[in-house]
């Protein structure tokens, strides 16, 4: 049966630390592996990565990918309480009809 | 843009009554998509579209019912509301392709069924 795991499923701490959320996954034929990030209301994207050890990076957040021990992080630097929110995890199977199969998030909080 | 817009925003049922939740997008997006979320269990999908006229069962479709008569809609139907319904449900959408893709949340309903 396909499966995400996320670890933690929660953390807290101090602003201006650095967090690293993993992604575990087991898929048949895996096509990508998608990060969301989901404050108050609805998920939003962050990061797609379909290939091994190609850092994804946008502002203080970056996610890479390693396909052979299959799993994910995200990694966030000089956290700040704006980065307080659950983040989501999902992998794509090719021949899935594009649903994705989802983590049961990590809940971030971030303390002043 | 709008985006993706889903109503109502929050809905108390009794046990046994129906009710059906709307979500519309106006990006000209082929797939849609229902899931629901519970605490602890991520999110799960109920039933999903290719296209319009055409649904399909995710992973736990037992209970609601959808229909995509127009490609922007995608209405949600729970004939007979149960409590082990109550949760917040998230509507969804995305391109059609054969490569990877991102999906767009609309901004959730609160279900409340006692």
């Known amino acids: 049966e396909d499966k995400v795991v996320q670890s933690p499923l929660s953390l807290v701490v101090h602003e201006g630390d650095t967090v690293t959320l993993n992604c575990s996954y087991e898929v048949t034929n895996f096509r990508s592996l998608l990060w969301y990030k989901q404050e108050k209301k609805a998920p939003t994207f962050l990061f797609m990565l379909t290939s091994s050890g190609i850092e994804k990076k946008s502002g203080r957040l970056s996610s890479i990918l390693d396909k052979k021990e299959l799993f994910s992080i995200l990694n966030i630097t000089a956290t700040q309480t704006g980065d307080s929110a659950i983040y989501l995890c999902?992998?794509?199977?090719?021949?899935?009809?594009?649903?994705?199969?989802w983590g049961a998030g990590t809940k971030l909080i971030i303390k002043p | 843009n709008a985006g993706v817009t889903q109503t109502p925003k929050f809905r108390v049922l009794k046990t046994g009554q129906s009710m059906t939740l709307l979500c519309a997008q106006d990006m000209n997006h082929e797939y849609m998509y229902w899931y629901r979320q519970d605490p602890g269990m991520g999110l799960r999908l109920i039933h999903y579209s290719v296209g319009e006229g055409t649904t399909a069962k995710g992973e736990v479709p037992d209970g609601y019912n959808v229909s995509r008569l127009k490609k922007q809609n995608f209405l949600l139907g729970l004939e007979s509301a149960a409590p082990s319904q109550t949760s917040v449900y998230f509507c969804a959408s995305s391109y059609s392709s054969t490569t990877s893709y991102e999906q767009y949340f609309g901004p959730g309903t609160r279900l409340t069924v006692t």
């Open positions: 999902a992998v794509e199977a090719v021949d899935s009809n594009y649903q994705l199969i």
